[in-house]
């Protein structure tokens, strides 16, 4: 009975350290990496922005992109500076970039800032992404979703080969 135990023991630590072998080799991207997008959101009034930003990888799942952006809003005949600063963290269903267009859904919070929208409070945001394959070291995207009106980008993201 003892020898019994005496040999699970050994097998126990083989496939433990098999295991933490595996999770090692699995890294979870730690580096932020740029975006740059290209929006238009139709509301009462129509705004087309350009902007920049950041995404933070929260593990190997989510995404926190930080961005802002400025351009114009259209409205009653009007023309107005606009700008905003994204908060929207993604959950990504294929990180690991095993197929050729990744999607990935998630939400936040938009805060308007210009003329165009003197003290208005922070919009709640809902997006749903479509990743295409990574070229010359740039993934492009397309976003859509609601947050302010709806919303409907192109982004341009500098994402690691390995990694959405």
Known sequence: MA????????ACVAVALLVASVVGAQQIPTRPYAEYRADAIISR????QLGAGVV???GLYVRLDVDAAAGATWRYGETFGSGRVDAIARFLLDPFRESSLGFSFGGGASVPMGSAEPSQPPYLTAV??????????????LQVGLGGGTRIGVVLRRSPLQWR
């Open 128 to 141: 749903v992404d479509i990743e295409w394959s990574r070229r010359s070291g740039t993934t492009p995207a």
């Open 3 to 10: 020898s019994s135990h005496a040999l699970k023991f050994p």
């Open 56 to 58: 933070v990888p929260l």
């Open 45 to 48: 009034g129509s705004a087309a």
